[in-house]
């Protein structure tokens, strides 16, 4: 049966939490207007509005997971996004893989935010409002699925699936619910996938904070006293939206086959350029702070930063990418409504800006070279620089959209080698940005002069330089870019380091946010140069075979093709195809999957042997996500096995094929990547023609290249599955194959029931045989055998070391903590200013 | 000079530096004749090229031939233009490659016989347009 009741409760939550919004953003201006007497009274009327649009967009929150935790195919959402085999949390994540969720998502931390900022703020409660509201009933618009005519406002998460497709079953009966869902993208199936969203869009929600704060602050002309409560939201939301991009970084290196954790794609350089801008406005904003200079770049800098957070999302889901981004997003017409968005609060902010523009105060005094606001400001233009840099070409698809409507024609394409057009100018910006840190965080604990600096820096310097040395000498950085970038990391951890304990032993450890947050981005840098700089393919064919003689051989093969038990040199290692697995629920190891039988059911299988102590033959296993194949690959030097590695892949019909992700042996100073590329399919084998084999007991032959021993026979009482009559004859033949290493039994049999004779087949899918039993000719005690051949099983896979990587992870924590020490020191900051009645 | 003016031209400099290259470096989308003519006025820029897969009457995917150690393969694809063009991949075939309605070659001519992709974009059928509902399970 159709259940319509939460999808009507989820379309009519959205429509009372759009309302709501534009009640809410209403009843505050009006708030913000009324004098003293009405002031209560409105407050109370906006609070309840924006309470009532609090409980409806849960409300929303709440219907769309409901229809997926209840497996509701009936709805679109559930059945394109969701199925029947996944996990909670799992369905988390089908939660927001479409792009309504996702909405809901973000909309859902604005109004928690919101809620917060209720709580925390006295004065600037009216105008954040404002902000708040409006930029819900915008969000809230995006899933309205209201139709009036030929505009489309949003598109509903809570159509039925009858409404959203046209199959001709619905016109035989309307009540048709599809038995299970077409389930989630197999890539999302990751544990990072279940968190990485949620923070980044925590982080999208954030940026709104200090961008309300401003527009209150022009609004009120206290053009610089929104600085205090912006700042610590500022960090916060550098610090959740960073957050966000190393998870989805971390997840792209552990699920997603590119080889890396980075790829300059349009979709990471949406979100990395909002958090660059927003890097440069947090440093604008504490000079501010300290010495009442770079008031205007601030302003710009957190007006663009929310932008820029609009545009990335137009970017990514108005589908303008195209072609030019491996993530696809659908269309679902929401671009102009996104544009709107943006154009809407970039036209407010401009507008308000300039008309304060002349009122802001600004510092006459040009700043001194030996002053800490010089060299912040230079690194928050290098930062802008590095922004600009990224999204000039990111938007290249935009741009050709822009100019076909207008009737022109762009065929601009974004750089073809991304990530090396990128790293070249992101690189030195890095360089630039290490060493101003390092310099800017002397000028910012203490007045200097040049001999002061001098006398600062020279002991860094020398130990950073000493440390490089080391570095470079033994693990043999001899790229003068590379020893440029090692240098630069080192002086920057160094130097702040000095600071860091300069900080600890005066004061507390509330101020060290700064040098912390410096002392991971050294880091992050040093970790990212040996990780891809010095990232080194292993998988290059080795066997010295050439197979076409032409110019294809000259071309770098960065796969291996490995037959299954065959052992093949690998640089420093032998490797072992050794075949597929499966993982089993309370097996800690992976499964062989030849031992494994399908029920039918989802999930499930019937053990065709006893597998160690976990289970026994005949027990019915629960099998974790049955699409799901680990292939094992062992790793072997001097002829003991390493290690092994079990990188995964899944055929996935309804998604569009194999989907792979690697695996990694992790070492603590590199990582051995290992992915599958290609593999067999022997689902629906094209057996080649039949060959026929003579072999009497105890004699040995060559099946295809295998060298097989016949051990004879046996006369079978009873066969599994069948049901013996009386006068039955059956029997078994005892064929040993040799791979290699490995031996393996292959026992076809054979049945005469009133002159009648069955076969019994068995198929290897490993070796790619079919072996049956043809015939008994006793008089010259021969057996025949019938040979089908198909191909062994086989991967291609890359295998990749990625030296220090783990230096890169361990920097982006310290900085994390960084970001988050800061946090705390400015939010008590302000808490105190509030506390005093000042704001 | 004031140093506000120095820093404000190496600004405008880099920035402008940043536009030439963006512009030097982008590729383009190109027909296979179009990226024939560049590669032989010396032109060697990876470009875009976009098409679908060769497919015979039966709608199978004809042409596809992949190297015997399965880590390249060569195809046949037909640009916008209607241009039958054999491209060689140095990858392993990607999985759902076949099924794809649009592929974008991203690459240059080796000689005319041979375009080689050194990036394979590929546009497969998207679920959400997928209105075929299984009646499985009714």
Redesign the interface.
């Known amino acids: 049966m159709i259940n319509t009741f939460v999808g009507n409760l989820g379309h009519l939550m959205t429509i009372v939490a759009f309302v709501s919004a534009l009640v809410t953003a209403y009843a505050y201006i009006q708030y913000f207007r009324a004098n003293e007497i009405e002031k209560a009274s409105w407050r109370r009327f906006s609070r309840i509005s924006f309470y009532i649009h609090t409980g409806s967009t849960v409300l929303i929150a709440f219907s769309l997971f409901e229809i997926i935790y209840n497996h509701r195919y009936e709805y679109f959402y559930a059945y394109s996004h969701s199925s029947k085999a996944l996990p909670v949390h799992y369905m988390i994540s089908s939660f927001w893989e479409g792009q309504e969720g996702a909405f809901i998502l973000w909309a859902f931390w604005n109004v928690i935010l919101g809620v917060i900022l209720i709580h925390t703020n006295k004065f600037w409660e009216a105008p954040v409002m404002v902000v708040f509201a409006l930029v819900q009933a915008f969000l809230i618009s995006m899933i309205m699925g209201v139709v009036i005519g030929d505009l489309k406002i949003g598109s509903s998460p809570f159509m039925l699936l009858r409404d959203a497709t046209q199959a001709p079953i619905f016109q035989l009966n309307p009540d048709f619910v599809p038995e299970d869902g077409t389930g989630l993208n197999p890539l999302l199936q990751n544990i990072w996938m279940v968190i990485h969203p949620p923070t980044l869009f925590l982080g999208y929600a954030s940026t709104l904070i200090p961008f309300a704060f401003l527009i209150g602050g022009l609004v009120t002309k206290r053009y610089s006293e929104w600085i205090r409560p912006a700042l610590p939201w500022a960090i916060f939301s550098a610090m959740i939206l960073g957050m966000g991009i190393i998870m989805g970084a971390y997840w792209a290196y552990v699920t997603l086959n590119f080889g890396g954790y980075w790829n300059w794609d349009p979709v990471e350089n949406a979100v990395y350029v909002p958090w660059l801008i927003l890097v440069a406005s947090i440093h604008t904003m504490i000079t501010f702070k300290k010495s009442a200079t770079a008031l205007k770049t601030s302003i710009v800098l957190v007006i663009m930063s929310f932008i820029l957070v609009l545009y990335a999302t137009f970017l990514v889901r108005s589908g303008v990418l195209g072609d030019a981004s491996v993530h696809s997003f659908t269309d679902l017409g929401l671009s102009g409504q996104l544009l709107i968005y943006m154009l809407f609060f970039l036209a407010i902010a401009v507008v308000l800006a300039a008309r304060a523009w002349k009122h802001i105060p600004t510092s006459e005094k040009e700043a001194d070279v030996y002053s800490r606001e010089f060299w912040i400001f230079l690194g928050a233009i290098t930062l802008g620089l590095m922004a600009f840099q990224v999204i000039l070409p990111t938007s290249i698809p935009a741009w050709n959209a822009l100019v076909e409507s207008f009737g022109g024609i762009s065929n601009m394409a974004p750089p073809a080698d991304q990530v090396e057009f990128y790293t070249r100018f992101q690189l030195w910006f890095a360089v630039a940005i290490a060493l101003l840190t390092s310099v800017g965080q002397f000028f910012w604990w203490q007045k200097i002069d040049k001999k002061v600096l001098k006398e600062a820096l020279v002991t860094p310097y020398i130990v950073s330089v000493l440390i490089s040395a080391a570095i470079i000498v033994l693990a043999k950085v001899y790229d003068w870019k590379y020893i440029i970038i090692v240098l630069a990391g080192t002086f920057t951890i160094v130097a702040n380091a000095v600071i860091l304990a300069k900080i600890l032993k005066k004061s507390t450890f509330k101020l060290a946010g700064g040098s912390l947050a410096h002392i991971g981005l050294g880091m992050i840098l040093i970790g990212i140069m040996f990780s891809s700089g010095y990232s080194d393919v292993i998988s290059i064919n080795m066997s010295g075979l050439t197979y076409s003689n032409s110019w294809e051989d000259e071309m770098n093969k960065e796969h291996v093709l490995l037959w299954i038990n065959k052992p093949t040199q690998m640089k420093d290692y032998t490797v072992i195809y050794r075949g597929r697995q499966k993982k089993v629920v309370g097996v800690p190891e992976y499964v062989p999957a030849k031992i494994l039988e399908s029920t039918g059911n989802v999930n499930e299988a019937i053990a065709l042997e006893d597998y160690k102590e976990h289970f026994k033959k005949g027990d019915i296993v629960k099998i974790v996500l049955e699409e799901n194949d680990y292939f094992k690959i062992d790793y072997l030097q001097n002829e003991t096995l390493k290690f092994s590695l079990s990188p995964m892949s899944q055929f996935n019909e309804g998604m569009g094929g194999l989907i792979s992700s690697p695996d990694s042996k992790i070492y603590l100073n590199k990582d051995l990547y290992t992915y599958v590329a290609a593999m067999n399919d022997y689902e629906d084998p094209e057996w080649k023609e039949d060959e026929n084999y003579e072999v009497s007991p105890g004699e040995q032959f060559h099946i295809a290249d295998f060298v097989t021993y016949f051990d004879g026979a046996e006369v079978l009482k009873e066969i599994e599955g069948y049901q013996l009559q009386e006068g039955d004859v059956a029997v078994k033949a005892k064929l040993r194959v040799l791979d290699y290493d490995t031996e393996k039994l292959l026992e076809p049999t054979f049945i005469i029931r009133n002159n009648q004779v069955g076969k019994l087949p068995v198929i290897d899918t490993e070796l790619g045989l079919k072996v049956s039993l043809e015939n008994i000719l006793p008089e010259q005690n021969k057996f025949v055998f019938k040979v089908n051949q198909y191909q062994k099983d086989y991967v291609v896979m890359k295998a990749i070391v990625k030296p220090y990587i783990n230096v890169l992870w361990i920097g982006t924590i310290i900085m994390l903590i960084g970001f988050t020490v800061a946090i705390f020191r400015r939010f008590d900051e302000f808490q105190k200013m509030r506390d005093k009645g000042l704001e | 000079m004031?140093?506000?003016h120095i820093?404000g031209l190496g600004?405008i400099a880099?920035?402008i530096v940043?536009?030439m290259?963006?512009i030097g470096?982008?590729?383009?989308?190109?027909s296979f004749n179009t990226a024939w003519e560049m590669k032989e006025d010396g032109e060697d820029?990876?470009?875009?090229v976009?098409g679908q897969l060769k497919k015979d009457e039966t709608g199978q995917v004809t042409g596809l031939e992949v190297?015997?150690?399965?880590?390249?393969f060569t195809f046949l694809l037909v640009d916008n233009e209607g241009t039958e063009q054999k491209v060689?991949y140095?990858?392993?075939?990607?999985?759902?490659?076949q099924?794809s309605e649009?592929v974008?070659v991203?690459?240059s001519y080796?000689e005319k016989e041979i375009f080689v992709a050194?990036?394979i974009?590929m546009?497969?059928?998207?679920?959400?347009?997928?209105?075929?509902?299984?009646?499985?399970?009714?």
Do not use: W
Not at chain 2, 25 to 30: G, K, L
Not at chain 2, 67 to 72: H, M
Not at chain 2, 90 to 97: K, L, S, W
């Open positions: 004031k140093k506000g820093i600004i880099i920035a940043i536009i290259t963006s470096d982008a590729s383009s989308y190109e820029k990876s470009i875009h976009v190297r015997e150690d399965k880590t390249s060689f140095n990858e392993p075939v990607p999985a759902d490659f099924r649009q974008v991203i690459g080796r050194d990036k974009l546009k497969c059928p998207s679920k959400y347009q997928e209105t075929d509902v299984q009646a499985a399970g009714m």
